[in-house]
């Protein structure tokens, strides 16, 4: 589906155009960053790594949510640092797909089960640094800091180290359920830390990224936004090395080596994560199934009818993917 939007109507008090002034034709040709020589390589030894380190999750408390037992626990990070999540069980029966269920900037005060299927289990891990469960463990907890943190050392550098945790999370949850098929759900910097890390977890049959960040940084660095971009686009103005070491941590880059069916829902108007960024994670998908929304992080007409549809597809790829 696509809209016309009336975003003038919408979002008169606007500062700037959450469009950038691109079409959907354009955004539609916003060409992903070529990974450099070490990328791959990195990444996979990455994840090679943290096939060493025990998720060895421990339950510290349990109560039902919707018709689903819902447990506290905790849960190892790639650096042996120890964080906090929530597993959910199938609402009946046995579980027969993981649904890892990563979340936006603001960290996450609760599960979310509207994207999880009755007969899924399901892990809400929590980004180390991040409320309501890990605030300053692992990773400072104000944004700018957060987002910003060990840019020096790509080791330890704070997102890479969220979108390597979600490979432990994925662990913990196959400790927990059994070794199932795992499908990924990641809104905004959820979105973005999936497309990082889920191409290179094999046991992922698909994927679900909502207006994803952390794409195509050429982009996303030569414009202003309200969200995270603003932070790393003044800290690289200041410090222009800092952009190749970027390059490590592009969505856009990561997602070209998806070889499973991701659908990518982007808006077309967004001031927190702008459009053209998410729309490159997009382009980078082979078996691509784009959803356009017509914004992204604001209020609007409409919004929870978008949001049903939006949600509903989501079930449904989710459903596809898994057989």
Do not use: K
């Not at 690289?236 to 856009?252: G, K, Q």
């Amino acid at each position: 589906m696509t809209y016309a939007a009336p975003f003038d109507t919408w979002f008169p008090d606007a500062a700037f155009d959450g469009s950038y002034g691109y079409t959907l034709d354009a955004l539609r040709a916003v060409t992903p960053i070529a990974p450099d020589a070490g990328f791959v390589p990195r990444w996979r030894a990455w994840r090679n790594r943290a096939r060493e380190v025990p998720a060895a999750p421990v339950v510290l408390s349990a109560r039902m949510v919707e018709g689903r037992s819902v447990s506290l626990i905790e849960l190892s990070g790639v650096d042996g640092v120890r964080l906090r999540a929530w597993f959910a069980g199938p609402a009946t029966g046995i579980a027969r797909v993981g649904v890892v269920h990563g979340h936006g900037y603001g960290g996450r005060d609760e599960v979310d089960l509207r994207r999880v299927p009755a007969d899924a289990a399901a892990i809400f891990p929590v980004a180390r640094g991040l409320g309501a469960l890990n605030a300053g463990v692992g990773a400072p907890e104000d944004r700018e800091a957060h987002v910003l943190t060990g840019l020096d050392d790509p080791d330890a550098y704070v997102i890479g180290l969220c979108a390597r945790d979600l490979w432990l999370a994925a662990d913990a949850l196959t400790a927990l359920a059994g070794e199932l098929p795992l499908y990924y759900v990641g809104e905004s910097f959820g979105g973005g830390l999936g497309a990082l890390a889920v191409p290179w977890d094999e046991r992922y049959v698909g994927a679900t990224l909502v207006v994803p960040t952390f794409g195509q940084y050429d982009e996303r660095l030569a414009v202003p936004c309200l969200g995270s971009g603003e932070f790393q686009r003044s800290w690289v103005r200041r410090h222009p090395d800092a952009r190749e070491r970027l390059r490590l941590f592009d969505a856009s880059t990561s997602a070209l080596s998806f070889r499973i069916p991701v659908r990518v829902e982007a808006a077309l108007w967004d001031q927190h994560v702008p459009p053209q960024g998410q729309f490159s994670v997009a382009n980078a998908v082979a078996d691509l199934d784009l959803h356009v929304l017509p914004a992204g992080h604001a209020e609007y007409p409409g919004l929870d009818a978008v949001t049903a549809e939006a949600i509903a597809g989501g079930l449904a790829h989710l459903e596809r993917a898994r057989g």
